[in-house]
């Protein structure tokens, strides 16, 4: 498997909990990149953090599925309850690979639906998820995967004809 600069953030946040500057810089470094082309991934991406995460990062998704699912009123009945909470940091984001499951959100990483987060912050036991119907189609969760699957297409070539 080729690996990419989001293998190494992925790594690197993995490692710390968030990338701090100087991994950033060391990573730039190793790789022969510019730091403002790292710092342009890292900002493309919702999932890399520069800062330290709080004990609680809750994610709700926002697309489609969820939505259509009233993802939007249980969103903010989650916000609404939790806000305040010093100890809990909430992101609104696209697809987090749940769509089954909709509407979708995850606790620290641990995908879940949207009406059980608030017992998971509490400490309240959840049912976990059920497995994807079919694995081999399922849509790919983690950035690795994400990045494993595009750098494995082959992308046809555009012709540039002229009329």
């Not at 403002?36 to 697309?63: A, M, N, W």
């Not at 609104?92 to 639906?113: H, L, Q, T, W």
């Not at 998971?120 to 059920?130: D, K």
Request: with cysteine.
């Amino acid at each position: 498997m080729r690996r990419t600069l989001i293998h190494d953030l992925d790594d690197l946040q993995h490692e710390h909990g968030y990338l701090r500057r100087e991994d950033l810089e060391g990573l730039a470094r190793r790789s022969r990149r510019p730091l403002y082309e790292i710092q342009g991934l890292v900002s493309f991406y919702p999932h890399f953090r520069t800062e330290p995460p709080k004990p609680y990062e809750v994610t709700l998704c926002r697309d489609m599925s969820c939505w259509l699912q009233d993802g939007t009123a249980q969103a903010e009945s989650v916000e609404a309850t939790l806000s305040g909470r010093e100890d809990v940091g909430i992101r609104r984001v696209s697809c987090i690979g749940r769509c089954d499951c909709a509407p979708a959100a995850s606790v620290n990483e641990r995908a879940c639906r949207m009406q059980d987060v608030v017992d998971l912050v509490e400490g309240r036991e959840v049912p976990p998820l059920p497995a994807p119907d079919q694995p081999s189609r399922r849509i790919p969760t983690t950035l690795p995967q994400i990045a494993t699957r595009c750098s494995a297409r082959r992308w046809p070539a555009r012709s540039r004809r002229r009329r």
